[in-house]
């Protein structure tokens, strides 16, 4: 089970995440972004968009992956459907399906401010800073 929840501060969103495996951390974070971006049901039938990013270690490669969510919504791409992810070390590959519209929540940048990806037992946390 994964379960993200949101803290406001001022200038900034904090997202926590909680998982059962590293890969849960990140499809967790996909639908936090969504929800925040989007805010109405997910949709399907809309434009696919490959992903391909590498980082210096996977809590990069996290904030990394929450930035470029919100990069695709900036160009009118909202994310509705994970379609597919998979993590090779600090590495990510995903299909991520979106649908065309304007995002009404504008994220600046995901930033490696208080930046957290660990496994704690056999839960994974994280925590990512979101400048907005």
């Known amino acids: 089970m994964s379960v993200h ?3 406001e501060h ?11 495996s590293e890969a849960g951390v990140f499809a967790e974070g ?7 971006l989007d805010g109405e049901a997910p949709a399907a039938g809309g434009t696919m968009r490959d992903v391909a990013l590498a980082a210096r270690d996977a ?6 992956w929450l930035g470029e969510l919100a990069v695709l919504a900036e160009q009118g791409l909202l994310p509705q459907r ?8 600090s590495k990510l590959y995903a299909t991520v399906e979106c649908r065309l ?19 704690d037992g056999e839960r ?4 990512v800073v979101l400048d907005v």
Not at 124 to 127: C, D, G, K, S
């Open 124 to 127: 994974w946390r994280a925590r």
């Open 5 to 7: 929840r949101w803290a």
């Open 30 to 36: 996909f639908r936090a972004m969504r929800d925040l």
């Open 82 to 89: 994970l379609a597919s992810l998979e993590l090779r070390g």
């Open 101 to 119: 519209a304007e995002a009404p929540h504008l994220v600046k940048a995901a930033t490696y401010h208080r930046l957290l990806l660990q496994q």
């Open 59 to 64: 809590g990069a490669l996290l904030a990394d």
């Open 10 to 20: 001022t200038g900034e969103l904090q997202l926590e995440i909680e998982a059962d």
